[in-house]
Nanobody
């Protein structure tokens, strides 16, 4: 079983930067991509972005593409989300997730965060990011 564990969430001020992490452990990751999602109180889960496992292509939601960067450190087996110029509306619990490489939508979900049925296979527990003015 692949296990994902987020860390690094904290309180920051508007305009500041923050990097959060997603450590991948357990057996070798067998999916097509890892992604970041976030959920603010009383709101639906929102796709932030993703990185493909094989060639490290990145995809982002339009609302964050100019401020957020996803990367992966092979040596540490860890995915990162670097956030700059943070806004109040970035406040949310951030989750990392991944697929198992099978199922409808497995080869495309990472472009938009949608389309994998029924849902992504691996999820972390989440890390709280709060942006204060």
């Amino acid at each position: 079983q692949v296990q994902l564990a987020e860390s690094g969430g904290r309180l920051v001020q508007v305009g500041e930067s923050l990097r959060i992490s997603c450590a991948v452990s357990g057996r070798t990751f067998d999916g097509n991509a890892l992604g970041w999602f976030r959920q603010a109180p009383a709101k639906d889960r929102e796709f932030v972005g993703a990185i493909t496992w094989s060639d490290r292509r990145t995809f982002y939601h339009v609302s964050v593409k100019d401020r957020f960067t996803i990367s992966f450190d092979n040596a540490k087996n860890t995915m990162y989300l670097q956030m700059v110029a943070m806004k109040y509306e970035d406040t949310a619990v951030y989750y990392c997730a991944g697929d198992r490489g099978i199922g409808s939508g497995a080869s495309t979900w990472f472009k938009t965060g949608r389309g994998l049925s029924p849902d992504l296979d691996y999820w972390g527990q989440g890390t709280q990011v709060t942006v204060s003015s």
